[in-house]
């Protein structure tokens, strides 16, 4: 009865204690949870972010109706957001086209830029990437009925216009596949301005990463399609501020923690479903 007793009041301190302890850090969640003075601490406490997307781009990042953005970048965003604890209406969205992305870091316009962001060691010089959560491929789309546009090889013929973002890796990658720059290379700064140079005839194709292109053909897929052969390897970061080691290795670690306990399962399902396959591992770079 005396050992019981014994037993009894030992349990309820070690509860006691257990209860202290959660309580302690509840109550000052933000100080205990991240290093002083860390990116992380800081968004934290203030309660918001302001994260760089796309807006015109579906399954990633397309700005609705209601004025928010939604695919699996925006996704992906509420994630980090959360992982501080910041609602998802706390985030402020700001879009973040191609060619501004290292530069509105660089100003403090956004915290991070999750945007179909090429990891290359040219943005390595100005900014910082963590990831990459998803790996895409250069490619094409054309018209529906377009049987004359067959890769990127196919420009060589010198007289068909192709559209791509300045400020991109596509844009880029696709200069050594023509003839003359000049005349088939129509830059504008967003995709759905080709989208619609592509519609209208101004142009005979678009390329860009396959993700991006799979998301405006499967809104109308009776009027174009993709070609689907990527070639080049476009692997996705998450932008922050250059050397930011402390901020990239945390986001690194949510990555990883989400892919394995389903968030990373939900973000996709929530924006792009079956329309392209899920990623069966992530293998994210620590530098
Ligand atoms: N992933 C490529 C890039 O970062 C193309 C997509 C985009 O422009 O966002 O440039």
Known sequence: MRLTRIAAVALTAALAFGAAACGGSDDDATSSKFAAGSTMEKLAKAGKIKIGTKFDQPLFGLKGLDGKPAGF????????????????????????????????????????????????????????FAGPYFIAGQDILVKKDNTSITGPESFQAGDKKVCSVTG????????????????????????????????????????????????????????????????????YGIGVKKDDKVFRDWINDVLEAAFKDGRYKAAWDASIKDLIKIPDSLSIQRY
């Open 73 to 128: 970048d925006v996704e992906i965003g509420k994630v980090l957001a959360k992982e501080l604890g910041i609602d998802a209406d706390k985030i402020e969205w700001v879009e973040a086209t191609s060619k501004v992305r290292e530069d509105y870091i660089q100003q403090d316009k956004v915290d991070l830029v999750v945007a179909t962001y090429t990891i290359n060691d040219t943005r390595k010089e100005k900014v910082s």
């Open 168 to 235: 991109s890796t596509p844009a880029k990658n696709i200069e050594q596949y023509l003839k003359d720059k000049n005349t088939q290379l129509v830059l504008f700064d967003v995709y759905s301005k080709c989208l619609d140079a592509l519609s209208n005839g101004q142009v005979d194709a678009l390329t860009t990463d396959n993700v991006i292109l799979s998301g405006y053909a499967s809104k109308e897929p009776d009027k174009y399609k993709v070609l689907g052969q990527p070639f080049t390897r476009e692997p």
